[in-house]
């Protein structure tokens, strides 16, 4: 069975960067997504970003509006967010999400769920 193990959350101040860190263990096929989902008070869940391994491909989702890098270690099954001038409306859930073999529809519909770290942007 999968296992999520993810890291980074916390809180941060407006107009800082936070790194998010999510390696997957127990992955059962050769070709895998793993991607960030997240979770805003007010909002339905919104795709942060995504990386498949069958092509080394790379989605971002709207949501932060381009303050997103995803960086990846294949190997070791991990997918690290950069999050740059994070805004009070970007606190909520940040879920590390898993799929077969490609990255979920919208962004947002995966197979297995994290259990989420939670970002606060407060100063």
């Known amino acids: 069975e999968e296992q999520f193990v993810e890291s980074g959350g916390g809180l941060v101040q407006p107009g800082e960067s936070l790194k998010l860190s999510c390696t997957v263990s127990g992955i059962r096929f050769d070709s895998w997504a793993i991607g960030w989902v997240r979770q805003v008070p007010g909002k339905g869940r919104e795709g942060v970003a995504c990386f498949a391994s069958s092509d080394g491909s790379k989605r971002y989702g709207s949501s932060m509006g381009g303050r997103v890098t995803v960086s990846t270690d294949s190997t070791k099954k991990t997918v690290s967010l950069r999050l740059d001038n994070m805004q009070p409306d970007d606190s909520g859930e940040y879920f590390c999400?898993?799929?077969?073999?490609?990255?979920?529809?919208?962004?947002?519909?995966?197979?297995?769920w994290g259990q989420g770290t939670q970002v606060r942007v407060s100063s």
């Open positions: 999400v898993l799929n077969y073999p490609y990255c979920g529809a919208s962004l947002v519909q995966y197979h297995k």
